[in-house]
């Protein structure tokens, strides 16, 4: 992964250098173009009309997503972030919108999940209810809640309120291996959840090592990076010095 080459700053301008290399960016070759990767969610790509690089975040396809066009095809821009930073998406996953906000391709956002872990993510609300998985009950004033599960469905019915149904709907859903961000009411499961995650932890120490691991690699190469341009920039401080030292001497021997 190679960092972005920043623009020359005039010497002594050392808090515009570390303000730029705080926002990180990678150059990938992605569908056979050369595109910069930035951890806002953009790109940098070169724009044939215009004749020159340009920086956009892309454009909002029928289903909430940004895409870009890339190599003569529409791309989704999540899965060009996801690559730049994480790596190449494991075969049979999807990138995921940890947040559940489309929109949001920052890569500390971005992860990869299987079609039915994704399924089990962040909360989406279908329905007049403002509750995941609840609808009316078959009993006058009841609710209930259905939830998908590898068998088919389940579901209960009984519950006197709305909040009441979508509370069994949350520890069912726990149960199935729903992630916490499909929850309902999160806050109120910190058991159940810290129970879940302990399980998973295991499985999951691999890929968080890796994704750790390369964090680190960007932070390093941040790190050589803004090394470089110091050294860079003082030595060109040194030398004008020299030559401003050397001209005075000139001006008082004319």
């Known amino acids: 992964m190679e960092a972005l080459q920043a623009e020359k700053f005039p010497a002594g301008e050392y808090t515009k250098i570390i303000m730029k290399v705080q ?3 990678i150059k990938i070759k992605y569908k056979g173009v050369n595109v910069i990767c930035h951890s806002d969610g953009s790109i940098t790509k070169f724009n044939m009309k215009l004749g020159k690089p340009i920086r956009t975040f892309g454009r909002l396809n029928n289903y909430g ?7 003569g095809s529409t791309e989704l821009m999540h899965r060009i972030i996801y690559t730049a930073f994480h790596g190449k998406i494991p075969k049979g996953k999807q990138v995921d919108h940890i947040n559940g906000d489309k929109k949001s391709n920052n890569p500390m956002n971005l992860r990869s999940l299987t079609p039915k872990e994704n399924c089990k993510g962040y909360k989406r609300v279908h329905g007049k209810y403002k509750y995941r998985g ?24 009984g519950y006197p309120t709305a ?7 949350d520890r069912e859903a726990l149960r199935q291996g729903y992630l ?58 040194k030398r004008l010095s020299d030559e401003k030292r050397q001209l005075k001497l000139l001006l008082e021997m004319g």
């Open 23 to 25: 926002e990180n960016s």
């Open 65 to 71: 997503y940004y895409v870009t066009a890339i190599n």
């Open 134 to 157: 609840v609808c009316k009950g078959n009993g006058k004033d009841t609710f209930r809640w259905q939830i998908n599960t590898q068998d088919g469905y389940a579901s209960k019915a």
């Open 163 to 169: 909040k009441d149904a979508a509370l069994g709907w």
């Open 180 to 237: 916490k961000e499909a929850l309902n009411f999160p806050e109120l499961m910190v058991d159940l959840i810290d129970k879940n995650e302990d399980s998973s932890t295991m499985n999951n120490r691999e890929e968080n090592m890796e994704r750790i691991q390369t964090q680190i690699e960007m932070i390093r190469s941040e790190s050589r990076l803004l090394s470089y341009r110091i050294d860079r920039m003082v030595e060109q401080r």
